[in-house]
């Protein structure tokens, strides 16, 4: 019976045939974001234990809701793009984002026409950091400034990523690309 299970385990970690790759990027400044927004929590609980609030409750409490609402949507919105993981293999491109590895986008590569590597994207062109998208675009998860790939989908709409490294992403998923047109 454990034999199985072994088997079954080993089953699960193999991955599809062909090149597998795998990048990260991250942005260190992003940090002082979180801390930015950890603070802002950190006051809106200290109004909330500190009621030596002397304009009445309905102030006290709109204080400590703006600040503990701001503290997590900054939290939130900079953990969640502090770095960001890729992996292709024949398959699919994977993109995971922050420590809990949401958002989360998974893009087949059926449905990919064309990958091309961009040697720099800034968030400027985006628009910021994050989780982006723009009508002329397409969308995008820009977390730092940087290389990135770009890929054209069947249905004619752009999806940008910045990773490290992109030029050798753009090989690997050509490659599966000229695979999967056999």
């Known amino acids: ?14 991955h599809p045939p062909g090149p597998l790759w795998t990048g990260r990027a991250s ?35 709109m204080s400590v809701i703006g600040c503990l609402a701001a ?29 809990m590895g949401l958002p989360r986008r998974t893009i087949r590569l059926s449905d990919v026409v064309a990958a091309e590597f961009l040697p720099l994207i800034t968030p400027q062109q ?14 995008a998860i820009i977390v730092r400034r940087g290389e990135g790939v770009e890929l054209r989908l069947g249905d004619g709409k752009l999806f940008t990523v910045t990773v490290d490294d992109a030029e050798n992403a753009v090989r690997v998923i050509r490659t599966h690309l000229r695979t999967l047109a056999r």
């Open 27 to 61: 942005n260190r400044v992003q940090w002082l974001l979180a801390a930015a927004g950890a603070a802002c929590l950190a006051l809106g609980i200290e109004l909330a234990v500190d009621n030596a609030w002397t304009s009445g409750t309905v102030p006290l409490l």
């Open 1 to 14: 019976m454990a034999r199985r299970n072994v088997g079954t385990l080993l089953d699960m970690t193999v």
């Open 126 to 139: 985006w628009g910021g950091w994050g989780y982006r998208w723009r009508p002329d675009k397409g969308t």
């Open 71 to 99: 503290g997590l949507l900054i939290l939130y919105g900079t953990l969640a793009f502090v770095h960001v993981a890729v992996t292709v293999d024949a398959e699919r491109l994977d993109v995971r984002c922050g420590h």
